[in-house]
């Protein structure tokens, strides 16, 4: 059992040379585990299996060696938990190409003809992308499609970077008309005869048709992709999109190891408090999570984000509660703190630098948390600015609507003195309009006038719980 232990989580053997390395981190349960491994090995149930290697990895650990006091076998957190990998995928159909998590060229069929390309996805609406560089085969003149890593952002004479998008269900269209669209408003202008057309500066940047075999050369026969240069300025399938100022793609596109190691150490932490927490075993005081570093800095970088974290998911739940209770109506901008504040509850020694304050100083220190609340609240509405964090409304969590916004745009006469489009445009037009605006990214100010220093005439917002969360959270009533 211990040998079989030191090959699976400890050492294994390197196909190419014979040497030995360490071993992938490898979780105990799960199922592809290396329990579920042992009871395929040995036939005796995964769970059983799971006992018996926990009581010999302790039992290991306790075993001190004569000579230097040091436990014989030493077992670590990261011998079990790994970060995600980059996804694999074949230049085939959705429903035919190979997907893989392990990093090779080829797909393993022994014929080298299936190229294997990373992935990556809008983190918008979850939409793939194939990561390539795009350059031309010295032997065959013929494009080129290889794989390249998301953060590659070195600059050959004779290549670009950039993306390759196929979807079936929803196609990058053929002709002019639809093109136009689809395309981001701010890469249109209106010609002197009236007629929209693409700016000149963007015209290289449209998606553009190539036909492709499987090894990623451009075959005449082949399947149609659509490259898209890097940087990454609009997504083909939702239509957000990105400013010409953000050069980076990480926070426009994910992949499964998208994680930063922050992030990771404090969703780790929590899962092991938690787990603490369900221990009835264990006293309340013994119910904690002690951390090393050798390096101030890395302590209080995560002490930080480890606050932040907590902070946001007490926020984010208060919101999700407040707007659940009101029901199909939602809540309005001017009613939204106060909602919020009775759904956090929050004991008044929590945010008062005085917790013994009674009657004005109260109501005036409560105030101050309302003010803050609906502040926080806006300002956590930002896209783009957690990119491992997404907010309620990007997670289809929450709704936001503008009251009488359906009555303004049916209201002609409002929109004579406006642009020609707007003006022209049938109501319906101009409220499906606002989703097309609602897909650019807004910027840093997203925080509505008033949170702080209320103003009259203030555009009025209602928040709603996103029509499929509703149906869940009633269905859990029930």
């Known amino acids: 059992m211990a040998v079989w232990i030191e090959t699976t989580f400890g050492l294994e053997t390197e196909a190419e040379s014979g040497r030995l390395r360490r071993a992938k981190p490898l979780s105990i349960n799960g199922g592809d585990g290396a329990a579920q491994r042992l009871s395929t090995l040995t036939g005796v149930p995964a769970e059983?299996?799971?006992?018996?290697?926990?009581?010999?990895?302790?039992?290991?650990?306790?075993?001190?060696h004569p000579e230097t006091r040091f436990p014989a076998f030493a077992f670590r957190l990261h011998q079990f938990i790994s970060r995600g990998d980059t996804v694999y995928a074949s230049l085939e159909s959705p429903s035919d190409r190979y997907i893989t998590l392990k990093g090779q060229q080829y797909v393993p069929d022994k014929t080298r003809q299936r190229i294997l390309l990373p992935l990556v996805f809008c983190r918008?609406?979850?939409?793939?992308?194939?990561?390539?560089?795009?350059?031309k085969d010295s032997q065959t003149a013929k494009l080129l499609f290889t794989a390249r890593e998301l953060r590659d952002q070195t600059r050959e004479e004779d290549q670009q970077r950039g993306f390759l998008y196929h979807n079936p269900a929803d196609p990058w269209p053929p002709?002019?008309?639809?093109?136009l669209e689809r395309l981001p408003e701010d890469w249109l202008v209106l010609s002197s005869g009236g007629l929209l057309r693409v700016k000149r500066h963007f015209r290289q940047k449209q998606p553009q048709v190539v036909r492709l075999d499987t090894s990623g050369q451009e075959e005449e026969q082949g399947t149609t992709y659509h490259f898209v240069h890097s940087p990454f300025a609009f997504c083909l399938h939702c239509g957000v999109t990105y400013s010409g100022r953000e050069r980076s793609d990480f926070g426009k596109l994910?992949?499964?190891?998208?994680?930063?190691?922050?992030?990771?150490?404090?969703v780790l932490s929590l899962s092991a408090l938690r787990a603490l927490r369900r221990d009835e075993t264990l006293e309340r005081k013994a119910q904690k999570l002690l951390s090393f570093t050798d390096n101030r800095?890395?302590?209080?970088?995560q002490?930080?984000?480890?606050?932040?974290?907590?902070?946001?998911?007490?926020?984010?739940?208060?919101?999700?509660?407040?707007?659940q209770r009101a029901g199909a109506n939602g809540l309005k901008h001017d009613e939204l703190a106060q909602r919020v504040f009775d759904a956090l509850?929050?004991?008044?020694?929590?945010?008062?630098a005085n917790p013994?304050?009674?009657?004005?100083?109260?109501q005036e220190t409560d105030q101050a948390l309302r003010e803050l609340l609906a502040y926080r609240v806006y300002q956590d509405l930002r896209r783009g600015w957690r990119v491992t964090a997404p907010n309620l409304e990007q997670a289809g969590l929450l709704k936001i609507d503008y009251v009488s916004l359906r009555e303004l745009c049916q209201a002609v006469e409002e929109w004579q003195s406006g642009h020609a489009a707007l003006a022209s445009a049938a109501p319906a037009e101009r409220y499906q309009g606002r989703d097309s605006r609602a897909r650019q990214r807004p910027g840093t100010n997203a925080s509505p006038p008033g949170c702080l220093a209320p103003q009259k005439n203030h555009p009025g917002t209602t928040a709603h719980l996103h029509p499929a969360t509703a149906a869940r959270a009633q269905k859990r009533r029930r």
């Open 48 to 64: 059983l299996c799971a006992a018996a290697i926990q009581q010999t990895l302790l039992a290991g650990y306790d075993a001190l």
């Open 345 to 352: 509850n929050m004991p008044l020694e929590l945010y008062a």
């Open 303 to 323: 002490a930080g984000h480890f606050n932040d974290f907590v902070e946001v998911g007490l926020l984010r739940t208060a919101v999700y509660q407040a707007v």
């Open 254 to 266: 994910a992949s499964l190891s998208s994680e930063g190691r922050s992030t990771a150490t404090t």
């Open 175 to 179: 002709d002019e008309a639809a093109i």
């Open 124 to 135: 918008e609406c979850g939409q793939e992308y194939y990561v390539v560089n795009q350059h």
């Open 356 to 362: 013994d304050v009674k009657f004005l100083q109260k």
């Open 297 to 301: 800095q890395d302590a209080s970088l």
